[in-house]
């Protein structure tokens, strides 16, 4: 599938609970027809303890969304 969106971009949520965020879009996956986009769609996330972090914890991170909820912003 050809994708219109391109890393880097910025977009518009146009549906869902993120929708009239504007954010950049940090990766895209055309295949699956998937887009990141910074600051939406967040969810905490549960992380064992590692060396580098030994207390474990939760991390906020985004998650994919389909490209039909977003729409390229004019530059």
Known sequence: MKCKIKKEDMVKVIAGDDKGKVGKVLAVYPK????????????????????D???GGHIQKEMPMH???VKKEKE
Request: aromatic share 0%; net charge positive; with cysteine.
């Open 32 to 51: 699956r027809s998937l887009v990141v986009v910074e600051g939406c769609k967040l969810v905490k996330k549960a992380i064992k303890p590692t060396d």
């Open 53 to 55: 972090n030994p207390k």
């Open 67 to 69: 490209i039909s909820n």
